[in-house]
Each structure stands twice: as structure tokens, then as C-alpha cells.
């Protein structure tokens, strides 16, 4: 497919779940994309598999927490086959799972750097090109914790707020340039990071059972279905500026039906 034949994408979280599943969709449609992860094995795994399928990609380890390895990351991307005009931010973590009075202050501060400073950092390093060139797609991920509060999940819920109201806040410094910036909520979906909610104990996450409900009634969506709708998002077409969107959007899902082959 050539969609996105030309394009140049980083895919932040890109060794796991929906960030897998983006990188793969994304160079499924044509563009060289790169996968960018803390955990090389997992990396090399992804590029393979893309490799494999007929597409282009390459690995590259990063913290995105890290200004320095993030500067690296889009060097990197620069080097090996030109600036990135796509930017996928699905990087992200949600513990600690555990009332705030009994959280470990790092590990909650940690949080808030990689969900927060690492969607900054990766858009920090890549905007200033984007703008020069009047073009580029940044897509940030973001949860329904960004709306509806959980207990024992004060950190995640707090970073994701932070980041749609990150993603409102860019969208309005760059209106009426060739760049948009949209953040997207892809529901509960079957990833390690569910996984992790599901395993909580219930007195630190009243929640917990609910997703275990959901798996059990097999209402989690596969990633794969989520990074349709990112490859939409970054589509030179589909100008999607400050928006919030959701997964439970009819309008968005018959936008991407129309817009992406079966």
C-alpha cells in the first residue's frame, strides 16, 4: 500500500501492544517507520516481522523520558532515511497502582516524566522541522482516565489529563500551519498494560475487576483495531487539529473505513 509512501514515521512504545500494532500498520501502508522502545529484544522483533511483510523499518532503543536519547531517536530517524513527518507518542507506563498516601514518590513522578515529558520531549525534537516544512502529524495517546477518575491510579489518570490538555494547547500555536496535533483515546484494549490492571489487587484498585469482567466477556479490543484509526489520524488528508477522539466514535470509525482499505 502507498498511503503513506513517502512519509517518515516514529512510533514511541513501539515494542508492545498498540505501539507494535501502529508500527506495523503504518509501514503496512507504505511508510518507513521507526520503532522506538527502552527494550531492544522486543525492537528487533518488530522490525523483523516488518521486514518480513514487505516494509521498512528501523530499531532504536530510547527512554523518551531522556531529552538526550530523544535527540538521538530523531537524529537517528534523520540519518537513516530523512526527518520524521509523523510522530506516534504511544510510549507509556501506569503504575503505580496504589493509593496516593501508600504511592512511592518516585515511581509516581516517573510516571508524570514518561507519559507526560515523553510526549513532550519527542514533540519538542521533531516540531521545529515539521513547521519549517508545513507539514507533519503528531498523534498523542491518551485513556479515558484522562476523564474519568480512578482510585489507586492517581498518577496515570493525572499524566493523561496532561496530555489531551497538552494536545489542546499545541493545536493552538500551530493553527493554520501544514502541522496538526490530535490525541486519541483507544478504550480498553487486550495489552500487557491491561494485563497489569487486571493483577491489581482490589483494595489499591477498586476498579480491578471490572477489566477482569471485560476480559472474561472478551470486550477488549485488539490493539490492532486502535492503530487503524492512529494510521488514519496520520494521514496527510485528515487534518484532525486539537481534537480529542475516542474509540467509541461512530463518525471517526466510518471516517477510517472509508479511508484505509479492509
Known amino acids: 500500500m502507498t498511503l ?53 523499518a528501523l530499531a532504536q532503543t530510547a527512554d523518551v523520558s531522556d531529552e538526550r536519547q530523544v535527540q538521538d531517536l530523531v537524529l537517528a530517524t534523520t540519518r ?34 514518561v507519559n507526560v515529558g515523553g510526549t513532550y520531549l519527542p514533540i519538542r525534537a521533531v516540531l521545529p522541522g515539521m513547521l519549517e516544512r508545513d507539514a507533519g502529524r503528531i498523534v498523542n495517546i491518551s485513556s479515558g482516565g484522562a476523564r474519568r477518575a480512578t482510585a489507586g491510579r492517581t498518577a496515570y489518570d493525572a499524566a493523561k489529563a496532561a496530555v ?38 482490589t483494595e489499591d484498585f477498586p476498579r480491578a475487576e471490572e477489566y477482569r469482567a471485560m476480559q472474561r466477556e472478551g470486550r477488549l479490543r485488539p490493539p490492532k483495531d486502535a492503530a487503524r484509526v492512529v494510521a488514519y489520524l496520520a494521514l496527510p488528508t485528515a487534518a484532525r487539529n486539537g481534537e480529542t477522539l475516542r474509540y467509541d466514535d461512530a463518525e471517526l470509525a466510518r471516517a477510517v473505513e472509508g479511508a484505509l482499505p479492509a
Open 4 to 56: 503513506l509512501r513517502d512519509q517518515v514515521a516514529i512510533v514511541t512504545g513501539g515494542g508492545r501492544g498498540l505501539g507494535r500494532a501502529v508500527a506495523e500498520t503504518l509501514a503496512g501502508l507504505g511508510a518507513s517507520v521507526v520503532v522506538a522502545s527502552r527494550n531492544a529484544p522486543q525492537l528487533d522483533e518488530v522490525v523483523l516481522a516488518i521486514k518480513r511483510a514487505g516494509g521498512r
Open 80 to 113: 537513516w532515511v530523512g526527518p520524521a513527518t509523523i510522530l506516534v507518542s504511544c510510549a507509556g507506563i501506569v503504575d503505580p497502582i496504589v493509593p496516593l498516601a501508600r504511592s512511592d514518590p518516585a515511581l509516581w513522578l516517573r510516571n508524570i516524566s
Open 164 to 201: 489531551e490538555q497538552l494536545t489542546r494547547a499545541l493545536a493552538l500555536e500551530i493553527a493554520s500551519t501544514g502541522v496538526t496535533v490530535c490525541s486519541y483515546d483507544p478504550g480498553p484494549m487486550d495489552t500487557a498494560m491491561q494485563e497489569r490492571l487486571r493483577r491489581a489487587a
